[in-house]
């Protein structure tokens, strides 16, 4: 396939290679000469276009016509603008729509480890969570000592640097602190050392407060200050913590017990042709078993946030939904930003032209369930089925805010390609063959075949099922593997 058309009212079709210019694109009932070079992933018109006029794609605008547009001509930002404006009113119309249930499916399963408190975790390790950024080098000497341990029944030591914690103020702190406690409280992590220094604001003892009852034996606590050698104590700690972590077994659970986080970036031409709707059939697959996924930056909703106002399940679900939405715009316009100032260089380079086309893929992600919560940065899953989690657009907050509401696994879509992972195994999908295999080192599986040789319904089953080895262990992403694990916090507020 060298060229597709996503839905029938759209008025540009999306090239699936470069094409030169002269070369003729031959439809059904037409055929089109290409007025110039049009790279993969970019978009050519149809028809010819009107200054002014909607284009579409999708299905929906993605923006207007800023000059007369020639039909074989290349539709980009030299050539269209977004329509977007700042904050908007909606109206609750709520749109019926459903999956199937769990009870019309065979059951399926995952090994999982069973923690005391009844939560369920799809790794059994170590993870060290400091309260502070002064000693992020003093968590990494000791993760790498007790990596290297190799504790029986451990899969990894692993720590999440950060410069926060120490000099920030009230909200501002309290973000730090509730996604540092999340983590704390994470299943993944079968014991966790928390690591302060002593002297800052996000001290132990006011941290501690923060994480609420906890279990002695899984979580431990050391001040830096105030211990002779932090490193030899540290390690009598990871050592205790180990034993305790070697207490635990996999069995089998249902995967309903499984929490997915939905993330994008980099994103190109085909991310909305064929990872982000891949991910989308998935979520809606997991939902169906009675599992769940979160869907957020927040951002990248701006322009098709109706279509997940039309799927609350209530109308608190969709006041949530435009609070989160315009409340988001709010921060752009409090701190003298353009709202829509995306999407990136990048985004644009890949064949995104504006942010409708990059919001109405990127929800895509989020299938066709129903939206059954809006949850606060910081916030954690409490109900099955599909969430919106507020966040950042950025790759490294909002995988961060995903797995500190409690997503085992994140799937992490990429046109561009990106070596990074979060504190959870992160699966790099890639949008486009070529970049699978290029960058064999960071991609864990391809979206790309979709415009080859596997259909949706085909390549939908290969990523529950990769997705369920991965829960079980059986295979493990290049961000473990690698150790690339990292995290980062929202900033919005003072420091001193």
């Not at 909607?54 to 074989?72: E, L, M, N, R």
């Not at 409708?356 to 940065?377: H, R, T």
């Amino acid at each position: 396939m060298d060229h597709i058309i996503v839905h029938t009212q759209d008025h540009v079709i999306v090239v699936l290679r470069d094409y030169q210019q002269g070369e003729v694109i031959q439809l059904d009932d037409q055929s089109i000469t290409l007025k110039e070079d049009v790279k993969r992933g970019h978009k050519v018109a149809l028809q010819d276009l009107k200054t002014g006029v909607a284009i579409h794609k999708y299905g929906f605008p993605i923006g207007y016509a800023t000059v007369d547009i020639s039909q074989g001509s290349w539709v980009h930002t030299h050539n269209t603008k977004t329509t977007l404006e700042g904050t908007l009113n909606y109206t609750f119309q709520p749109n019926e729509v459903a999956v199937s249930t769990a009870e019309q499916l065979a059951p399926r399963t995952f090994q999982g480890y069973v923690r005391k408190n009844g939560d369920v975790g799809i790794r059994n390790e170590i993870w060290i969570v400091n309260t502070v950024g002064c000693i992020n080098k003093t968590a990494e000497v000791l993760a790498r000592q007790g990596d290297s341990m190799g504790f029986d029944g451990v899969d990894a030591v692993s720590h999440f640097p950060h410069p926060f914690g120490c000099s920030q103020l009230g909200d501002d702190l309290q973000a730090t602190q509730k996604i540092l406690s999340n983590l704390v409280a994470h299943p993944n992590a079968a014991g966790v050392l928390v690591l302060g220094l002593g002297c800052e604001n996000n001290y132990i003892e006011a941290f501690k407060k923060v994480i609420g009852d906890y279990d002695a034996e899984r979580v431990k606590f050391l001040s830096v200050q105030q211990v002779e050698d932090e490193l030899e104590k540290g390690m009598e700690l990871i050592e205790e913590l180990a034993t305790y972590a070697g207490t635990f077994q996999r069995e089998t659970l249902p995967i309903s017990k499984l929490k997915v986080g939905l993330k994008c970036g980099g994103s190109d031409g085909l991310s909305g042709i064929t990872a982000n709707p891949l991910v989308g059939v998935f979520s809606d697959k997991l939902i169906a078993h009675g599992g769940s996924t979160v869907l957020t930056e927040v951002p990248e909703m701006f322009g098709a946030e109706t279509i997940l106002m039309e799927r609350a399940a209530d109308e608190e679900v969709f006041t949530g939904i435009v609070d989160m939405v315009n409340g988001f715009k709010d921060y752009f316009i409090r701190h003298d930003q353009v709202v829509y100032e995306n999407p990136s260089p990048g985004n644009k380079d890949g064949g995104i032209t504006t942010l409708e086309e990059k919001s109405l893929g990127c929800v895509q992600k989020g299938g066709f369930a129903p939206v059954v919560d809006v949850l606060p940065y910081g916030g954690r899953v409490k109900k099955n089925g599909l969430s919106l989690l507020q966040g950042p657009g950025n790759d490294l907050v909002s995988v961060t805010a995903l797995a500190a509401s409690g997503a085992h696994i994140v799937l992490f879509t990429t046109g561009r390609g990106t070596p990074f992972g979060g504190p959870v195994p992160t699966v790099k999908m890639s949008t486009n063959t070529p970049l699978f295999e290029r960058k064999k080192n960071w991609i864990d599986f391809n979206a790309g075949e979709l415009v080859q040789d596997k259909n949706m319904e085909e390549l939908s089953d290969e990523l529950l099922d990769y997705v369920l080895n991965l829960a079980s262990g059986d295979v493990r992403t290049h961000n473990e593997r690698h150790g690339f694990k990292e995290i980062a916090l929202f900033k919005d507020g003072v420091i001193l």
